[in-house]
């Protein structure tokens, strides 16, 4: 009797942490080594499941604007390292890409829940800032439908999401990026060395 209520409380658990996650599986590849740039970059990016999505402002006079974004950069098997988005026109993010691409896309380790007990600004607590052209995607090209299955299996809600609130799928292409995951300023990274990088 005290096994069967044992192993009903692990599944209880194992349930409760799927909650927490929302469904997915996170943290499925270990930490890389703080020295590995890229692959610490890459292993940030795909672990993560949000961010902070900067564009350049239309209504507000070219100010930066933040959003709060879901994002994917692949499939469990297939981690690509660039961000995809599935954003509505109803949202400035959105609009203010189709008159200004540039954008910027910022992640924190911290909501991974791998940086100890360290504050967010912490340089220990790992921060990316992926830099450049946020641009949509033909809609009937395979890029759109890898990054349509990439964006849906890390966030099934937005299968149901409204099909009048005409949705479409962005990528971010990158030009900069700008890591710290540890004291002495940032890591030297470039797009090639990210985009090559095999988790």
């Known amino acids: 009797m005290k096994s069967k209520c044992f192993y009903c409380f692990l599944f209880l658990i194992f349930l409760g942490l799927q909650d927490c996650c929302e469904g997915r599986l996170l943290l ?3 930490k890389p080594d703080r020295d590995n740039a890229a692959g610490y970059a890459r292993w940030l990016v795909s672990q993560s499941s949000w961010g902070i999505l900067s ?7 070219g100010s930066p604007f933040g959003n709060v974004v879901s994002f994917s950069d692949g499939v469990v098997d297939k981690s690509t390292g660039i961000p995809y988005f599935y954003l509505t026109t109803l ?4 609009r203010n890409a189709l008159k200004d691409h540039r954008s910027s896309l910022t992640i924190s380790e911290y909501p991974l829940g791998t940086c100890g007990n360290a504050d967010p600004e912490n340089p220990v607590c790992a921060k990316i800032t992926l830099t450049g052209n946020l641009v949509l995607l033909d809609a009937n090209s395979k890029e759109t439908k890898f ?3 990439a964006l849906f299996t890390k966030h099934p809600e937005m299968k149901g999401w409204p ?3 005409n949705f479409r799928i962005f990528k971010l292409k990158i030009e900069n990026i700008f890591m710290i995951n540890w004291f002495g300023g940032p890591k030297p990274l470039t797009v090639a060395q990210y985009l090559k990088y095999k988790i």
């Open 28 to 30: 499925a590849s270990p």
């Open 55 to 61: 564009t350049i402002s239309m209504e507000l006079g």
């Open 91 to 94: 949202d400035p993010t959105a």
């Open 147 to 149: 990054a349509q299955t």
């Open 163 to 165: 099909k009048s609130h």
